[in-house]
């Protein structure tokens, strides 16, 4: 072998060498802002979390009840998700899952929503729901089907999907999602219903519709505490 191939091969061994020691991926963030500050009585934890002494831990800290009981589903969109997260179970942090049960009114709906922190693996437990996500810009490809019973879908992290009963009775799912924080954000919400508004001019240029439309649809999803 030449000298100049000795020096390649050395160089690729290092390279991977160094590949092997270190790591150039960033931490997932478990929120949605973190704004760095000099002061550090001034900060709190990035994952609003301490860490409880492990001789202190109890089964309860991994422990949930309450999937057994429909959510109400009397509101606009006619369904209900009740979330178990680190919130709910706090031995999930730092173990990147969570998990939720969605209940749907007849034609009720999970309106268009993402989950920027986590993809989604959604089981339908009774009923039938119509399904679907979209792909990012610029192909904005759908990708939808009817589940039934015992039918799953997966919804990949950050892409807006939905899910809606297309039954005559009440439907059930549950979903696993791949962080203890997945967060949601329901397009319609953000969009017509931020705090502060946004301005109806920037929302009638972006929809192409009228800015007395835009106003309308603003105060039907205005922001409440």
């Keep these: 072998m030449s000298m100049k191939g000795v020096h390649f ?13 270190v790591s150039a991926d960033d931490p997932s963030p478990l929120q949605d802002i973190c704004v760095a500050v000099d002061d550090p009585k001034s900060a709190v934890f990035v994952n609003g979390k301490f860490c409880k002494d492990l001789e202190q831990a109890k089964a309860e800290d991994f422990f949930f009840s309450g999937l057994q009981n429909p959510g109400n589903t009397d509101n ?43 993809t989604e693996i959604l089981v339908v437990f009774e009923g039938s729901l119509l399904v679907g996500f979209v792909t990012s810009n610029t ?15 997966v919804f990949p992290i950050g892409l807006i999907h939905f899910q809606f009963n297309v039954g005559h009775t009440n439907t059930v ?9 997945p967060g949601v954000i329901t397009i319609a919400d953000a969009v017509f219903g931020s705090d502060p508004p946004i301005n109806p001019d920037v929302l009638a240029k972006a929809f192409q519709l009228d800015k007395k439309i835009i106003e309308d649809l603003q105060k039907k999803f205005e922001y409440k505490n």
Excluded: C, M, W
């Design 9 to 21: 091969v050395a160089i690729v061994a290092l390279l991977s060498l160094v590949s092997s020691l």
């Design 76 to 118: 606009r969109v006619g369904s209900n998700v009740t979330t178990v997260n680190v919130q709910q179970i706090p031995g999930l942090n730092t173990l990147g899952i969570s998990l939720v049960r969605i209940d749907y009114a007849p034609y009720g709906q999970n309106p268009p929503h993402t989950h920027p922190r986590g």
């Design 139 to 153: 192909e904005n490809r759908l990708f939808t089907k009817v589940l039934n019973k015992g039918d799953v879908f």
């Design 173 to 181: 799912a549950f979903a696993a999602l791949s962080s203890q924080n």
